[in-house]
């Protein structure tokens, strides 16, 4: 079981490959500890009074990793390519739009279509605040997940001496929305993922809902008390950390996540996924200083048995629950008459082989497809750069979808005008993105 999937997550058990699920168990081992740790830090800092709304220029910006490497074939459908792709996926393949079949795609434009499992997105498609983009990721070939997760996580590839995560060097680089506010990016995770390294004031916390020291609650204060003595005469950086720990979880008291009603109706799904989206829409509601949400949503390395086009299939399931997470995360934070500017952006580190194997599965591939949501987005199109084709003599290797748009660019963008934040060479070293409209005029 992944650090990033709850025992009751939907896609805890979906088939993936050997190095996956040694990266899933690695990341549990290494982030449990973590948790522990910070979740045994005492409390003894004064209580946090939160301020008047002080809501900033900048979005709240959450990311979201589909880990496993999502099939972007499947996620958004390049009909129009014809038997390219239908040929290639005689039992994967999802019905054209213009077909009899039930289970056929829904046309964005002339070119894609998304497939019934992606339908709940539909809404923030045609409010033009949903923006697809095709043929991306990492310009680098490289089929490992660890390695391209890595890489996406720390905004280069190849550069082993980087360590600190591209979120976590934009808020390094820029001052707090607000000085006093105890936790600035939360990672959704018992351990806290690559992508907020170095970020000031992060933290990992896998259920914001039921976070705080561990044992009973009638001698909670007691042992409070306890630990003030044992941290509150340390010196930095242990003391700062314990610091910050102490008043996110008097913080996350202030929030009443039990009683929190999402606007518009949105209708979270029950699963992992699903509560940490819910959750973050609470605390970006509650106006507590939040500036980044880190959220990871597995089940995607679909090597046998992938299904995307029946509603029993692994990745319709995966899909389903994605989907219908970020819809009503849209319908309730996005759509919503509030005051709160938010972007969220997704991306899987690989997509997968144009042709189907022998085991009704994909394996890892190349290009994909990534997300972006928000009010400031140039969405209601899917975009691509010199869509490179999916007819053999097109493909890497003969293989696989080409990588024509830099996953970077997006990213680049949406941290320079929705961010806020000038410091893109910080952000993501050695590299000049081209900004490709993705946001808004």
Not at 175 to 185: F, H, I, M, S
Not at 271 to 286: N, P, Q, V, Y
Request: proline residues 6%; glycine residues 8%; neutral net charge.
């Amino acid at each position: 079981m992944s650090a990033h999937e709850l025992p009751d997550d939907p896609h805890a058990h979906d088939a993936g490959c050997d190095e996956y699920n040694h990266l899933s168990r690695r990341r549990f081992v290494l982030g449990a500890g973590a948790a522990v740790a910070a979740a045994t830090f005492p409390s003894w800092l004064p209580r946090v009074v939160l301020a008047q709304s002080q809501v900033s220029a900048r979005d709240v910006i959450v990311s979201v990793f589909l880990r496993g490497g999502a099939d972007g074939l499947s996620l958004c459908v390049p009909f129009f390519e014809g038997n390219n792709y239908y040929g290639a996926r005689p039992t994967l393949a999802i019905p054209a739009p213009d077909g009899l079949a039930a289970n056929k795609l829904t046309a964005l434009d002339d070119r894609f279509g998304l497939p019934p499992a992606m339908m709940a997105l539909m809404p923030a498609f045609r409010a033009n605040q949903l923006l697809i983009t095709h043929a991306t990721g990492v310009t680098v070939s490289n089929r490992s997940h660890f390695d391209m997760q890595r890489f996406i996580e720390v905004g280069k590839a190849n550069d082993p001496t980087l360590i600190t995560g591209w979120l976590g060097r934009h808020l390094a680089s820029v001052p707090p929305v607000r000085t006093a506010a105890p936790l600035r990016a939360l990672g959704l995770s018992a351990g806290l993922q690559q992508t907020l390294y170095g970020a000031p004031r992060a933290l990992p916390i896998a259920d914001p809902t039921n976070f705080g020291i561990a044992g009973s609650a009638t001698t909670r204060d007691a042992r409070t008390e306890w630990l003030v003595g044992d941290y509150a005469l340390t010196i930095d950086p242990l003391r700062s950390a314990a610091l910050d720990v102490s008043n996110t979880l008097k913080l996350l008291r202030t929030v009443d996540f039990a009683n929190y009603r999402p606007a518009n109706s949105a209708a979270y799904p029950n699963s992992a996924f699903g509560r940490a989206l819910r959750s973050t829409a609470a605390l970006i509601k509650a106006d507590v200083g939040l500036e980044a949400v880190q959220v990871d949503i597995g089940g995607w390395d679909t090597h046998q048995n992938q299904a995307p086009n029946t509603t029993t299939g692994s990745m319709y399931r995966t899909m389903a629950d994605f989907s219908g997470a970020i819809a009503a995360f849209w319908a309730d934070v996005m759509q919503a008459n509030t005051t709160h500017n938010v972007t969220l952006v997704a991306v899987s580190e690989f997509g997968r082989n144009v042709r189907e194997n022998g085991s009704a599965g994909t394996d890892h591939g190349r290009a994909g497809a990534m997300f972006v949501l928000g009010k400031k987005i140039a969405g209601g199109r899917v975009l691509t750069v010199n869509w490179p084709g999916l007819a053999r003599e097109q493909l890497e290797s003969q293989q696989d979808l080409r990588v024509t748009l830099d996953h970077r660019d997006v990213l680049a963008e949406i941290v320079a005008k929705r961010l806020g934040n000038a410091n893109v060479a910080t952000v993501f070293p050695d590299y000049t993105p081209t900004f490709r409209g993705v946001v808004a005029a």
